[in-house]
């Protein structure tokens, strides 16, 4: 196809739109052409690397050579390449019959922030940022192997965004990879706009609960995954990464664990490990033990939990339903109110949880201690999507309860195990002990 | 052997202390139980060590596929249907002598039907997992309660409670003839590694089992088999000690933590155990529902693409457990399980001869195979 036809088709590609702008450049039998999106470029860079030597040169034939040499230079390949580079802040220059393409993009979004999800005291505080080849140049200034190898791919028909999968290709989990890129390959959603909302098209399953993909805004935690063989994938424009295969245990790890003494990292972590069983438990446990079985605990406390809840005109079931809901409501309207209201809000409602609502006997002084004993801990889990299915999962081991009392809580909590390990996180098995014991000559097969 | 196949054998064991192994020993106090249990140590490790090394020569294999191979149809089917039968029976006993427990412990004004529904829902969708998963599920549940189940056995013989001389009393019995009723209760807690019959497909590669093992597992069987029967005789005296119905509860609620926000040892004791339990069905009817899936093919049904058939067993599983619960009560239950041993003293070592056969005609297949 010849450069005259490809301009055409680009032209027509525009026709109805101001966005593309021609410009001619001619100066002593020196002609050029050239094509650009306005506000996708740098149009300093534009002057000084492209207007300003065409100027200088000789003739057209070294213009020619020097626009060849550029780093920024990038072959035509296909009239749709063409176009789309365009779309990507490319120029497109038009010298005698010749077509090149010139990288001139404007990112305004490259700018490395510092973390604010999973934030440490020990170690790096340098977050992705929301510019795709920034992060990959961050992830590779930490990762120093030939092996790291990075696939492109680009998914949502109406918007073509960029993926990137990130690997090291002599350690990666070979079975994980294919399923992943299997699974883009047959991904056809429309918009895609953020790299978590892979986690639910990436998995087939249509209900899920528990996410199967870790998201992370650290690098130092995407490398330390690629060195495990892990995948890591990037959105472009998104401060987020996604590394799967996930498996529960990492869900429960921060990255701050490898950086203090062993004595310390174990002590965080039975920390957040009692955390999470608080969480999950600790509502049921309530409801179980008031209404079902008041004589398991010692008699004294019994005794006190019963006289705090003198008054209350509920049953122990909706009196913890009834605390769980505002606190979540709580929890939600801090996470959506703009900065400047949500000190209001909060105040509002820590005053209601806090003393007004066990002087209006609406709920025992116990249950506001047990409701912030369970909000605090859900804190305490480190990575933010596990905390969010806890509380769904805390919401159904608290139903269970009522109806089944004590033992049912047991169960439950039994049956949420079975369920863990039922999961499959991109072929490996969600919860196992010992996971992390990559014998080569292991005792067993799998079944 | 891999850690897993231990699993197997402690949780047959251990889970055994609660239903009434214990109880069925005790009321032979004075008749032979003694005895019964020296020689049930011989005997169930014999048999311990012939069924673990008879499917150490085949990893990955289960017993219907060996059959499959070696057996004629007019055989294997019903065989199969027997087994299944067998290790569904097993799981409903502790099914019901769990919620005969939480429902005399726990929860006494819940309905009965509510109670088992509780354990039969956690458990039955768990039962068509993927062997793997099983075990796993099994590794986890055992790391949460296994700790604090020795915590109160250490509590238990730690206790000054406890007096030796009842014990020492009891022990002097071992000079009567064995009882056959113990005997066979005793052999029951052996009988974990006979789940290797479809757990066996999760140990593909060639596995060790020798000396160090089976004195491993005699081991671990002779503290059990002591701690179920002396412990409570230390407890409660002997005199008497025949008519108790859950021994093991009994003699758990004699034991107080002071200072814990617990006190009394039986309500930590009965939820814990209800994990051992839990995993003793999940095995069970793990086994029971992969046998039947060799004599069915659940393949075939199937609605709109939905492969519906591999839950066909469940409502059977569901409904008739919950019409024994309805149905029997704890002496009639008692005497079951006791019937159920009885059955089994015959039936395992018969197996051992089928074993034989298999090993002896799969030399054969192999050379078939060969040329």
């Known amino acids: ?43 300093e860079s534009l002057q000084k690397l492209i207007i300003k030597p065409f100027f200088e040169m000789a003739n057209e034939n070294q213009f020619k050579a020097y626009l060849i040499a550029l780093p920024q230079f990038q072959k035509v390949e296909s009239k749709e390449q063409a176009v789309s580079e365009v779309t990507n802040g490319n120029t497109l220059i038009v010298i005698q019959h010749d077509l090149y393409l010139i990288d001139l993009q404007l990112a305004t979004n490259n700018q490395v922030s510092t973390t604010s999800v999973e934030t440490t005291i020990h170690g790096s505080n ?35 965004q960029k993926i990137a999968i990130i690997y090291d290709k002599e350690l990666v ?66 401060a987020q990464a996604l590394i799967a295969p996930a498996v529960f245990f990492d869900f429960m790890t921060t990255m701050e664990d490898n950086y203090h003494t062993l004595f310390i990292s174990l002590f965080v972590r039975i920390l957040r490990y009692a955390g999470l069983f608080v969480s999950l438990l600790l509502p049921g446990l309530y409801v179980g033990i008031t209404s079902f079985a008041p004589e398991v605990f010692r008699t004294e406390l019994a005794l006190t939990v019963a006289g705090s ?23 939600e309207a801090s996470i959506r109110l703009p900065k400047a209201v949500s000190a209001t809000a909060t105040t509002v409602g820590g005053l209601i949880l806090g003393s007004a609502v066990t002087e209006a006997a609406l709920a025992s002084n116990i249950m506001v201690i047990i409701v912030s004993a369970v909000a605090i801990s859900t804190f305490v889990i480190p990575v933010n999507e596990l905390a969010f299915t806890i509380r769904i999962v805390r919401l159904i081991l608290l139903l269970i309860t009522s109806v089944f009392g004590l033992a049912g809580l047991t169960l439950g909590l039994y049956g949420l195990i079975m369920y863990l390990v039922y999961l499959d996180s991109f072929g490996e098995p ?18 | 052997m891999s850690r897993y196949y231990y699993y197997l054998v402690l949780i047959n064991m251990i889970a055994n202390v609660i239903a009434s192994v214990p109880a069925i020993l005790l009321h032979f106090h004075d008749d032979g139980a003694v005895s019964a249990m020296i020689v049930s140590v011989v005997a169930g490790s014999t048999l311990v060590f012939f069924f673990t090394r008879f499917f150490t020569h085949f990893p990955g294999m289960t017993l219907p596929e060996l059959l499959q191979k070696t057996t004629a149809k007019w055989f294997y089917n019903p065989f199969i249907l027997v087994l299944a039968i067998t290790w569904f029976i097993a799981g409903m006993i502790t099914l019901i002598t769990y919620t005969f427990l939480l429902i005399r412990y726990l929860t006494p004004e819940m309905p009965i ?23 796993y599920t099994i590794e986890i549940i055992l790391l949460l309660t296994v700790p604090l189940i020795i915590l109160i056995f250490i509590k238990a013989y730690t206790n000054e409670n406890l007096r030796w001389e009842f014990v020492k009393e009891a022990a002097l019995y071992f000079n009567q003839f064995p009882n056959l009723n113990a005997f066979s209760a005793c052999f029951f807690l052996y009988l974990g590694s006979a789940n290797l019959i479809i757990f066996n497909r999760f140990f593909k590669n060639k596995q060790n089992f020798g000396v160090k093992q089976i004195t491993l597992i005699v081991a671990i ?151």
Request: charged content about 20%; hydrophobic content about 50%.
């Open chain 1, 1 to 43: 196809m010849s450069s005259e036809e490809i301009l055409l088709w680009i032209k027509e590609q525009f026709k109805n739109t101001t966005e593309l702008t021609q410009k001619t450049l001619d100066y002593d039998n020196k002609h050029a052409l050239l094509f650009y999106v306005k506000s996708l470029i740098d149009q």
């Open chain 1, 126 to 160: 340098i977050a992705l940022s929301e510019n795709l080849m920034t992060n990959i140049n961050l992830i590779r200034t930490y990762y120093h192997q030939a092996s790291l190898s990075i696939e492109y791919f680009t998914k949502g028909e109406v918007n073509q």
């Open chain 1, 173 to 238: 989990n070979t079975k994980a990879l294919e399923i992943i890129k299997q699974k883009l390959q047959q991904l056809d959603q429309q918009v895609i706009s953020a790299s978590t909302e892979l986690n639910n098209y990436l998995n087939d399953k249509r209900f899920s609960l528990f996410p199967q993909m870790l998201m992370t805004e650290r690098p130092d935690r995407i490398v330390y995954n690629i060195a495990g063989g892990k995948i890591a994938l990037i959105l472009d424009g998104n």
């Open chain 1, 309 to 331: 809840r003198i008054g209350v005109p509920f049953s122990s079931f909706v009196e913890v339903l009834f605390m769980l809901f505002f606190m979540e409501l709580l929890l």
């Open chain 1, 430 to 447: 969600y919860l196992r002990l010992f996971n992390y014991q990559k014998a080569k000559k292991s005792s067993e097969g799998q079944a």
């Open chain 2, 113 to 135: 039907i509510q109670i088992s529904l509780t354990i039969l829902l956690a458990v039955i969708l768990g039962c068509l997992m993927k062997t793997d998963r099983v075990f």
């Open chain 2, 221 to 371: 069987s002779i503290m059990t088999l002591f701690t179920t029967y002396f412990i409570p005789i230390g407890f409660n005296g002997v005199e008497g000690i025949e008519k108790l119905v859950y021994p093991w509860i009994t003699t758990s609620d004699s034991l107080r933590m002071k200072f814990s926000l617990i006190e009394r040892v039986l309500f930590i004791f009965l939820l814990f155990y209800l994990g051992i339990a839990f995993l003793s069905i999940l095995i069970h009817w793990h086994v029971s529902i992969e046998l039947l899936k060799y004599v069915f093919n659940f393949e075939k049904f199937k609605f709109k693409g939905f492969k519906f058939g591999v839950f066909l067993p469940i409502p059977f599983y569901i409904g008739v457990s919950l019409y024994f619960v309805r149905q029997l009560n704890e002496y009639q239950l008692f005497r079951l399980s006791g019937i159920f041993y009885n059955i089994l003293i015959i039936f395992f070592p018969m197996m051992l001869i089928l074993f034989f056969f298999i090993k002896r005609r799969m030399k054969n297949v192999k050379k078939a195979e060969q040329n």
